[in-house]
């Protein structure tokens, strides 16, 4: 998190609009950490973030609707992943799209997979640049107003740097746990 304050507060604008493509929680918030230490603009990274997001949902979504033959090779391994976001767009319908962009391992496969169903290419444009928003600027707010606090975990993190592999890990290994259970087939479905 340290390097992407220090990348950000040089390179800033640029490097935010690239990580925030594919998702990028981690470049706004720190983003948002910086325009409160007065070294970037708020306004402008939530622009930024938003405008950045929508365009890589949006990339997403039309090589999935629009090249499938060429893009059927790289989704062999998340067949299963694949699966699960087609079963939570099922399930919560509209609303995924949004709440997508904030849960890690999602970002990129719900655009993926409802660009692989008949789901309106204008429609879910329209609900991926209003979810962008949503999301850049609840980042962005949040991690303004909460920069004194961030900024007090990164100094402690500076000073017991064995901290952060650990919290890492744990966070991985809850994705892939849940995922793993999310995608798992259930005897039931095995015997029919």
Request: charged residues 15%.
């Amino acid at each position: 998190m340290q390097d992407m304050l220090t990348s950000l507060s040089t390179y800033g604008y640029l490097i935010l609009f690239f990580y925030t493509l594919g998702g990028g929680m981690v470049a706004i918030i720190a983003a948002g950490v910086l325009s409160f230490a007065g070294k970037m603009d708020l306004t402008l990274c939530i622009l930024i973030a938003a405008v950045s997001n929508t365009l890589g949902d949006t990339f997403l979504f039309y090589i999935s609707r629009y090249s499938k033959k060429e893009f059927a090779p790289y989704l062999k391994k998340q067949r299963r992943n694949l699966a699960l976001a087609q079963i939570l767009f099922k399930k919560h319908g509209d609303k995924i799209i949004l709440i997508k962009k904030y849960i890690y391992g999602l970002k990129t496969l719900v655009p993926v997979a409802i660009g692989l169903t008949k789901y309106s290419f204008t429609k879910f444009s329209i609900i991926n640049v209003i979810s962008s928003i949503i999301w850049a600027v609840s980042l962005g707010l949040l991690s303004y107003y909460a920069g004194d606090f961030l900024m007090r975990i990164f100094e402690f993190i500076k000073i017991y740097p064995w901290v952060m592999p650990i919290i890492i890990v744990i966070l991985l290994g809850a994705i892939v746990i849940y995922f793993k259970k999310a995608t798992k087939k259930s005897k039931k479905a095995s015997l029919l």
